[in-house]
């Protein structure tokens, strides 16, 4: 008889890391909406911008100089698959805001990420300045894919002993190909939450839809 306990499925059910509705996969599955864009590095440049002191602008070659991480994470996609242990490096906007690069403004409540072709995505000001919420730049020590939001993305996720975090927001709220990040007063919800996907997007409380849907 299958017994869904057995293999590396089972035993991060066991952990209690996978959370309700979620199956484990071993691949990176590739999902987003259009085209992947084609970059000249030369001309890619990058904003903080809205609720900030002064805003700033970065050529990618300043980016890369920016202070890094690396963190080891849990994703999970609103689409039902969980990908443990994934590594990844980027800047930690918390680390900008120490060392005086940016410095928000005291009406600074959402972070609303701009990526290519107009779209967006939102995060609560907080969920932006957790540990677990990176500009990445790298994943498994290499270089994003296009596919995986070459050159730079939002990644939000949990670590392993904070698995059950019941604040872990799904995958879609770390936008791939991003060219800004700006600070709001007010919630702006993105392309996603405007189709009818929900605002907060909790992993535990399975909060993949508004109410309707």
Not at 13 to 35: A, D, K, V
Not at 104 to 115: G, M, N, V
Not at 161 to 186: C, H, I, M, N, V
Request: with cysteine.
């Amino acid at each position: 008889m299958f017994n869904p306990l057995k293999g590396k499925e089972g035993e991060f059910r066991q952990q209690g890391r996978i959370p309700p509705g979620q199956s484990l996969t071993e691949r990176f599955p590739i999902l987003h909406y259009g085209e992947v864009p084609d970059y000249n590095l030369s001309k890619w440049t990058f904003r903080f911008f809205g609720e900030i002191e002064t805003p700033r602008t970065f050529t990618w070659a300043e980016f890369q100089k920016l202070p890094t991480r690396r963190m080891t994470m849990d994703i999970h996609c609103v689409t039902k698959w969980s990908k443990m242990d994934t590594v990844w490096e980027g800047v930690w906007v918390p680390d900008l805001i120490d060392a005086g690069i940016i410095t928000l403004k005291p009406t600074a409540r959402f972070a609303i990420q701009h990526c290519e072709y107009g779209f967006t995505t939102n995060l609560d000001l907080a969920h932006m300045l957790r540990p677990t919420t990176l500009l990445a730049m790298r994943y498994n020590d290499e270089p994003l894919t296009p596919d995986h939001g070459f050159p730079l993305r939002v990644v939000v996720g949990a670590v392993k002993e904070q698995s059950q975090d019941p604040d872990t927001r799904y995958f879609w709220k770390g936008g791939k190909w991003l060219r800004g990040l700006e600070f709001t007063a007010t919630d702006h919800p993105g392309f996603w939450e405007e189709a009818g996907y929900h605002n907060i997007a909790r992993v535990w409380g399975e909060e993949r839809f508004e109410a309707g849907w």
